[in-house]
Every structure is written in structure tokens, then in C-alpha cells.
């Protein structure tokens, strides 16, 4: 269950159940990625055998500043289809790792679906979530960062929000910079608008109808 559209994790805009893409999942010892659809199977395994699922893949590395990191692990049955749902009961600290993971990986599933021999994107993206501050989320160097509601703002780990905070990380790989004229936070902003197709990032960042530009918010 992950926060849907661009607006953040509210009551308002509950999670829904979302298809999670390059998902790491672990079985007998045997390792595999969910595909585009969110599926992954285990030929040679011929009996019930325990599946763990977390945040992590080829793509992204997901960390709870909050606690442990979430994992699912759920027997399944062998020569049939099973469903395992992360985070069932819509925990908002669980909905802020599953946001961070899902949105990293549409960002670079984007690059890839606009430029298909571009490899820029393809790499590790460390995300921290639930970082007991407010109001804010950045990129440092080596890792996005993104806080707890409190303050008058929502949990900061949310679509246009991740993928601004990731735009700039991808300034850094293309070699574009983040520095002090603005250019960095504008080409972040782009790399949300774009990957959205919409002109608002951070959209109700400090509440229903009171959004944030990044330039004024996100690091």
C-alpha cells in the first residue's frame, strides 16, 4: 500500500495497492527481482517455501531513521499464484519507506523509457525516511532524505517530492551541479514535472491546497 497521485500520505488520500517494480525477493536461498508488474517467480522451488520482500533492489536501498526497516516474509505455496501485500495496514512509516522505493524507481524507469540506452539512473539510490525533523527533505551527496509530518507538514517522502530530491542526484551524474544559481533546483524540479506531467512539486506540502515550491522548501 503506497500514497497515490501527487498529493501525500493523508486521510484524505489513502494508500492504495500499487505494484511494486524491482523489488528484491528472497527465497531457499535464491535471490530475484519483481518485473514491471510487480511479479517474480521461483522455478526450481517444487514445495511451500517462506518469500521475504523489502525495500531494497538493483535500483534503490531504502532505510527507516524511524526503526527497522520493513520486510514481509510469507510461505507460498508451490505451482500457484500468491499475492504478498506490503504493509497491509496502511502504517504511515511503512507508507513512507513504500513511497520512496516505488517513486525512485518510476524516476528511473522514466530515463530509461525516454533515452532506452541511457544508464545514468541505473545505480543504488539511498533514501532515508521518516527523519525525526519537518518541513523539509534533501539530498546530500550520497543519499535523499525525508522527514516526519509535524510541524504543519506532511511526511515529506511523497511522488513529486522524492523525484525532486532524486533530480538532483541525477544533476550530479549528468554533471549539470547543484550549486547556488539555481539551475540545480530548477532541473530537479523539471525532473519531477516531467516524470509527473504536472506543474506542481510538493504539491499540499503544508497541508490541503498549501503547496510548497521547492525552491522555498526542498534542499
Same mark, same amino acid.
Given at each position: 500500500?503506497?500514497?497515490?497521485?501527487?498529493?501525500?500520505?493523508?486521510?484524505?488520500?489513502?494508500?492504495?495497492? +500499487?505494484?511494486?517494480?524491482?523489488?528484491?525477493? @528472497?527465497?531457499?536461498?535464491?535471490?530475484?527481482?519483481?518485473?514491471?508488474?510487480?511479479? %517474480?517467480?521461483?522455478?526450481?522451488?517444487? &514445495?511451500?517455501?517462506?518469500?521475504?520482500?523489502?525495500?531494497?533492489?538493483?535500483?534503490?536501498?531504502?532505510?527507516? !531513521?524511524?526503526?527497522?526497516?520493513? @520486510?514481509?516474509?510469507? +510461505?507460498?505455496?508451490?505451482?500457484? &499464484?500468491?499475492?504478498?501485500?506490503?504493509?497491509?495496514? @496502511?502504517?504511515?512509516?511503512?507508507?513512507?519507506?513504500?513511497?520512496?522505493?516505488?517513486?525512485?524507481?518510476?524516476?528511473?524507469?522514466?530515463?530509461? &523509457? *525516454?533515452?532506452?540506452?541511457?544508464?545514468?539512473?541505473? %545505480?543504488?539510490?539511498?533514501?532515508? #525516511?521518516?527523519?525525526?525533523?519537518?518541513?523539509?527533505?534533501?539530498?546530500?551527496?550520497?543519499?535523499?532524505?525525508? %522527514?516526519?509530518?509535524? =510541524?504543519?507538514? *506532511?511526511?515529506?517522502?511523497?511522488?513529486? #517530492?522524492?523525484?525532486?530530491?532524486? =533530480?538532483?542526484?541525477?544533476?550530479?551524474?549528468?554533471?549539470?551541479?547543484?550549486?547556488? !544559481?539555481?539551475?540545480?533546483?530548477?532541473?530537479?524540479? #523539471?525532473?519531477?514535472?516531467?516524470?509527473?506531467?504536472?506543474?506542481?512539486? =510538493?504539491?499540499?506540502?503544508?497541508?490541503?491546497?498549501?503547496?510548497?515550491?521547492?525552491?522555498?522548501?526542498?534542499?
Amino acid at each position: 500500500f503506497v500514497t497515490p497521485g501527487f498529493a501525500p500520505d493523508s486521510a484524505s488520500n489513502p494508500e492504495l495497492v +500499487t505494484p511494486m517494480r524491482h523489488l528484491r525477493v @528472497s527465497a531457499a536461498g535464491l535471490t530475484t527481482t519483481t518485473d514491471l508488474n510487480g511479479a %517474480f517467480s521461483f522455478p526450481t522451488l517444487s &514445495s511451500a517455501t517462506p518469500v521475504t520482500v523489502d525495500f531494497r533492489g538493483p535500483f534503490n536501498n531504502v532505510l527507516n !531513521d524511524a526503526g527497522a526497516e520493513y @520486510s514481509l516474509t510469507q +510461505t507460498v505455496p508451490a505451482n500457484s &499464484s500468491t499475492t504478498l501485500t506490503m504493509n497491509p495496514a @496502511s502504517t504511515a512509516l511503512i507508507t513512507a519507506q513504500g513511497n520512496a522505493f516505488h517513486h525512485v524507481n518510476l524516476l528511473r524507469d522514466w530515463v530509461r &523509457s *525516454v533515452l532506452p540506452n541511457d544508464a545514468t539512473a541505473d %545505480f543504488v539510490m539511498t533514501a532515508n #525516511v521518516n527523519l525525526a525533523q519537518t518541513c523539509n527533505a534533501y539530498y546530500n551527496g550520497s543519499s535523499t532524505n525525508y %522527514f516526519q509530518a509535524g =510541524g504543519s507538514c *506532511v511526511n515529506t517522502a511523497y511522488s513529486t #517530492v522524492i523525484a525532486h530530491e532524486c =533530480g538532483h542526484w541525477l544533476n550530479d551524474r549528468y554533471g549539470l551541479g547543484n550549486g547556488p !544559481d539555481g539551475m540545480g533546483e530548477g532541473n530537479a524540479d #523539471v525532473a519531477a514535472m516531467y516524470l509527473y506531467d504536472t506543474p506542481l512539486v =510538493g504539491q499540499d506540502f503544508c497541508g490541503p491546497g498549501k503547496h510548497a515550491a521547492a525552491s522555498e522548501r526542498l534542499a
